[in-house]
């Protein structure tokens, strides 16, 4: 099973990977940008495994890119719980 067909292992994994940059001393500002790559890659190749990542493909679709950037500064707040 992909990481990706399931929310809560996705929001871990992504959490996991989180953490595992801050402790490598990444900074906010670097997370934050590579969320926003992680982010328009997934929407450009790869189809939703779940409702919650269907929502997250349809709003970065019709998002400009300071509101994808908002998404997915959001996507970090949500992993880090």
Known sequence: MSVLDN?????DFL??????????GMSKG???DLAYQIGDYLAAQVDPK???ERIL????SVANEDE????ANMMVKL???
């Open 30 to 32: 670097v997370v934050n």
């Open 79 to 81: 992993v880090k719980g």
């Open 7 to 11: 929310w809560q292992q996705w929001k």
């Open 68 to 71: 994808q950037h908002a998404i």
């Open 15 to 24: 959490g996991d990977r989180l953490s595992q940059a801050e402790s490598e």
């Open 50 to 52: 779940n409702e919650q």
């Open 57 to 60: 493909a349809d709003l970065w």
